[in-house]
C-alpha cells in the first residue's frame, strides 16, 4: 500500500506512519512543521519507504503516481495551539479537508479523517456514543477546534454520499505517550512536565473534571483496524476507563517521585466537565479495545520525557 500522511511530523500522525512503514508499506508524509516536529521526521525517515514533502494541505494537493490511502492527521490538537492558530486551525479542518478529500478522489483512494471528542464539546449525554450529536459553544475560544472537526466530518460524509468515496471517521480519546511536546498545553505532558522539574502540577477548578487516557500505541491499533474493517460512520477509539483530573495528578507525582503537590487555578472557558468514549461501536464492528493501563503507559510516557527534557 502507499498512504499519505498529512501531519506526519505530529505526535499522532508519525506514530501512524511508523506504524505502517514497519509493516512494509510505503508513506509518503505531508506536512508545514508548525506545530509537528523534526525529530519525528527522523524517526520516519530511518525508514527506506518514506517520503517527506514540505506542504501546507490547506493550499491544492497534487502528488504523482498511485495512492491507495490518505489520512488527514493535519491539525494543531492541543488547546495552547489552536488558541495561538485559530485561523490555521480552521482553515486546516475546512480547506486541508477538501484539499486532502480530493486527492482521495483524483487517486481512487481511501479517504480516513482525524476527528476528536471534542466534537461532543462539554457533553450532556455521558458516556459520549457516536450517535450523540455534541454540545459545542461554536463562538467560543475552544470553537475553532470543534467547528473544524465538525465540519471536516461533513464534508468527508459529503464526498461519500455524492461522490461515493470510500471514507472513514475516527474520533480520536484524549491520546497520550512517547513524542508529545513537552510544552504541548495538555495535561498529560503539562503533569509530566511539572513533575519532572519539581514545579508543583496545576489543576484547573477543583481537578474533578474526567478524562478518558488512551496510550498512542492502542490508538493506533484501533485507528488500523477502523481503516481495514470500517465503514463510513464515525467510530469512537479512546479508552473508557475514566479518572478525574486530580487523580492524574496524584499518579504522575507517584509514578515521578515528585513531592511538588498540586497548585489551582480557575477552570478555562467551555472546559468540558466530562469525557468518556462509549467504545460498543469499536468493539463490535473492530472487535477493538485498549490493552494498555494508565499506569503502564504513564511509566513509558515518563521514562521518554526524562530522556527528552533532561531533567531527573
Known sequence: MKAVVSGAAGFLGSHLAERFLEEGHHVLGLDNLITGSESNLDVLRQHPNFEFVYHDVTTFVDLPGTVDAVFHFASPASPIDYLRLPIQTLKVGALGTHNCLGLAKAKDATFFLASTSEVYGDPQIHPQPETYWGHVNPVGPRGVYDEAKRFGEAMTMAYHRYHGLDTRIVRIFNTYGPRMRPHDGRVVSNFILQALQGRPLTL??????????????????GIVRLFHRGDADPVNIGNPTEFTVSQLAQLVLELTGSDAGVVYEDLPTDDPKVRQPDITAARQKLDWEPEISLRDGLKRTISYFRDTVNVR
Open 204 to 221: 484547573y477548578g477543583d481537578g474533578g473534571q474526567t478524562r478518558s487516557f488512551c496510550y498512542v500505541d492502542d490508538t493506533v491499533a
